[in-house]
């Protein structure tokens, strides 16, 4: 039996077994080469010890790549990677897998720079080696400079590089890391994770499914694990606002988002039991919330919206469907948080220049679903205009069926290589039979990929496993919460711990206590600054028990959407 060491970090307390305790010198850094770590593929580039500062910690800093190549583009391609090993290692090992297309090795520290899924301090200073790749492209390869603004999907011509980032990229670094951590540190890891948001919840679920075994818990947040499918949302939304106005960018003003935001949250607030600007009862929030209440009254024009607008917001929520009426993708819910964070950013206008501050879902979402998920590529033209115009031609019959197609080149389609396997029959076997363990959490307005899909997908594995997949997963929705943090939303929470504590003493999250962000500006200025709540695993929500501190999470039990 272990003795522990507690451990504080801000303020959570944390135990840690004393033989976790590591330390590395600075010759022990020199000591990780190509040469030492003899793995077929794989070259050090450099290993050179980093001085603490900056909030990090002293550690030794190893760059690398795997698997160089020539793609049938022509181009070069190799997965590059990046691993931090603290001097004061803690025996853990987070391999941190990264949004968007990828394409950049992002610092790997386990988190953003707040902590905002780690209890403020990321995983690095925590004492955690951390691992970050490129997911095997380059997203600002010189070569690609011809694609313009679809130059980061570029690496779609080669269907090696989409299974990379699809999977393969990390399933091909996993026994990387694992022989550098033992090759630096003398041993093994105690125990191994994987964590991301946004495509890196895509990666962390398709990992869950793909190699299990592989780590001790994934850490999933707003996954797009249904990324092709979400993709086709971007051409329908597109097509559904441009119906309000040729520009996009002015078809839903701030003050709508404002609008919007303000009457959800005045229908749906209460229903948690309190008046705080949450929708926390969200299953409740579907059926008082009508869309209709915003229309305009004839002769009216302030504080509400157009007829056009009211429909474009309907058919966006929808979802997408072909002309027989199939859905294409999901609906989404109706959550006090729509229309605020970066829920506009993606929608409708973003504040990037050199996109001519056209949304990200038209520029970044044009260029990925025709040139990663259409099979075969579809190159479309770079500039702003161009990928714009190539979602408003885009076909919900004949395209959209392109992210299940394959060919004698691309014998993997976007549906395989980018989602978890049994993406809709879940059952993940192998993990629950591992032991290993899943927390999912999800912005219940998050504009990119909708929280209803994964519920769903939630559901499903839940049935599959006779009403037991909280044995082995849990899904923690936020509400308010955009993309990745923002939004009307107390964002800011410590779901790392929460996954360790479940992994290695087997207590499972019944609750995760959620506070303010200081870099959420979208939070109320009436909020008090030390306002806490539960977020509540699936299906439960934070209800106030109706005595005590309305801003203390103590005073919020985790209620079922049927008990009031």
């Not at 025996?91 to 968007?100: A, E, I, M, S, Y």
Request: glycine share 10%; hydrophobic share 40%.
């Amino acid at each position: 039996m272990r003795s522990t060491v507690l451990v504080s970090i801000g303020a959570l307390a944390v135990s840690f077994g004393a033989s976790t305790l590591a330390h590395a010198d600075n010759e022990g850094c020199t000591t990780v080469t190509t040469a030492s770590l003899a793995l077929p593929g794989v070259e050090i580039v450099a290993s050179r010890m980093q001085e603490a500062g900056e909030g990090l910690p002293r550690h030794c800093l190893v760059t690398g790549l795997a698997n160089q190549r020539t793609g049938v583009d022509g181009k070069s391609y190799a997965i590059r990677f990046e691993f931090r090993l603290p001097v004061a290692w803690n025996g853990r090992f987070l391999h941190q897998v990264n949004g968007g297309n990828d394409g950049v090795v992002v610092a790997a520290l386990g988190d953003k720079p707040d902590g905002w899924v780690s209890g403020g301090t990321v995983p690095l200073t925590r004492g955690f080696a951390v691992l970050s790749s490129d997911s095997g492209h380059a997203g600002a390869d010189p070569a690609n400079k011809p694609f313009g603004l679809a130059a980061g999907a570029a690496f779609g011509l080669d269907p090696q590089a989409r299974r990379d980032y699809g999977y393969a990229a990390d399933m091909t670094l996993a026994p990387v890391a694992k022989k550098l951590v033992a090759l630096h540190y003398g041993r093994q890891a105690d125990y191994s994770y994987m964590a991301g948001c946004s495509n890196g919840g895509r990666h962390a679920m398709v990992a869950a499914g793909r190699m299990p075994e592989s780590y001790d818990g994934f850490l999933v947040g707003n996954p797009g694990f249904d990324l092709p499918r979400a993709a086709i949302q971007h051409a329908w939304d597109v097509q559904a606002f441009l119906k309000v106005d040729p520009d996009i960018r002015k078809t839903i003003t701030r003050e709508d988002g404002q609008l919007i935001a303000s009457r959800i949250t005045q229908a749906c607030d209460a229903l948690d039991g309190i008046k705080d600007g949450l929708t926390s009862n969200l299953a409740a929030c579907q059926k008082a919330f009508d869309l209709n209440s915003l229309a305009c009254a004839p002769g009216t024009t302030q504080g509400c919206l157009s007829e056009a607008k009211v429909d474009a917001l309907k058919a966006s929520l929808a979802g997408p469907r072909d002309s027989k009426g199939e859905a294409l993708y999901s609906d989404w819910p109706f959550d006090g948080g729509i229309g605020t964070g970066n829920w506009r950013t993606w929608k409708v206008e973003s504040p990037v220049v050199p996109w001519n501050n056209y949304p990200i879902i038209a520029t970044m979402g044009a260029a990925s679903l025709n040139l990663i998920f259409s099979t075969p590529p579809v190159v479309v033209e770079g500039g702003s205009d161009k990928l714009i115009e190539a979602l408003k031609n885009f076909d919900f019959d004949k395209d959209a069926a392109k992210i299940y197609a394959k060919d004698a080149t691309f014998t993997e389609s976007a549906m395989d290589f980018m989602t978890p396997p049994e993406v809709d029959a879940p059952r993940l076997a192998r993990l629950r039979d591992s032991g290993h363990k899943m927390i999912i959490y999800h912005g219940q307005a998050d504009p990119v990929f909708s929280v209803n899909d994964t519920i769903r997908w939630y559901g499903k594995l839940n049935a599959n496993a006779q009403g037991h997949a909280d044995s082995f997963v849990r899904l923690f929705t936020v509400p308010g919460a955009t993309h990745c943090g923002g939004g009307v939303a107390l964002d800011k929470f410590d779901a790392l711990s929460a996954l360790m504590r479940w992994v290695e003493e087997g207590k499972a999250p019944d609750r995760i206590i959620a506070s303010i962000n200081p870099a959420n500006k979208e939070v109320p200025a009436l909020w008090k600054p030390d306002r806490t709540r539960p977020l509540c695993p699936y299906p439960s929500y934070a209800a106030y028990s109706g005595s005590g501190d309305a801003d203390n999470a103590a005073n919020f039990t985790c209620a079922m959407p049927d008990a009031r």
